[in-house]
């Protein structure tokens, strides 16, 4: 089955750590992306990455890291220097020559007390 | 302003309602125009790609004014399953291939 595959699915944490959250794909495709969604307002693009070793920051790219070592992998770190982390974490890749289309993997709730 | 406008709802129609959302956007540079759907508390999917010329995809039916910048979705025969939050989403070509999303409007379809 392709998909693509987010883990934890809720995942807690203290002030003040680093939480890195896994995104994989089997889908073979290069483009990847990390959005963060709250409640009353749309998806917010954290970073993409369009080819491995290669990444650009989104509209949000403060207190985040991301890597893209391999084509399937894309993990963000959240780090302590964000200020607002509980959030919905969603996860996407799109397929060449339809990199508008993108699929979603099933999400992570952070939450940060 | 926001650059994709929608009116967050909720809507509340009986079930085989016809029933219509409205998105405006802002940039005028854009090219792409989706609707995507996400159900209470899980991912976006894609609904459905939104054309100058309309498109239909069985009760779904897309449209675009690109003069006025909006965008439209009517649904016919609304069924309890339509339930769930469309999102209206906006690209503009380079810059990476970003997607810009409405925060979505909520469709409750009741027996």
């Known amino acids: 089955d392709g998909g693509i595959t987010q883990s934890p699915k809720y995942l807690f944490r203290k002030e003040g750590q680093n939480v890195t959250l896994s995104c994989e794909q089997n889908?073979?495709?290069?483009?990847m992306y990390w959005y963060r969604q709250d409640p009353g307002q749309g998806l917010r693009l954290i970073y993409y990455?369009?080819?491995?070793?290669?990444?650009q920051k989104g509209d949000i790219a403060e207190g985040y890291s991301v890597s893209r070592e391999k084509k399937e992998s894309f993990p963000l770190t959240v780090t302590s220097a964000q200020k607002n982390p509980t959030a919905f974490y969603l996860c996407a890749s799109a397929p060449p020559g339809a990199l508008y289309e993108q699929y979603f993997g099933p999400g992570t709730r952070l939450t940060v007390t | 302003r926001k650059e994709v406008e929608q009116d967050p709802g909720p809507f509340n129609v009986p079930e085989g309602a016809t029933v219509a959302f409205n998105c405006t956007y802002s940039?005028?540079?854009?090219?792409?125009f989706f609707w995507y759907r996400q159900d209470c508390r899980k991912e976006p999917k894609l609904l459905m790609s939104v054309y100058s010329s309309g498109n239909e995809d069985g009760r779904f039916t897309a449209q675009l004014n690109r003069a006025s910048q909006y965008i439209s979705l009517l649904i016919r025969d609304s069924k309890l399953s339509d339930s769930a939050t469309y999102l209206c989403v906006v690209a503009v070509s380079g810059g990476g291939n970003k997607l810009t999303f409405g925060t979505g409007t909520q469709l409750k379809v009741e027996l």
């Open positions: 889908l073979n495709h290069d483009a």
């Open positions: 940039n005028s540079a854009s090219q792409s």
């Open positions: 990455s369009q080819i491995v070793n290669d990444f």
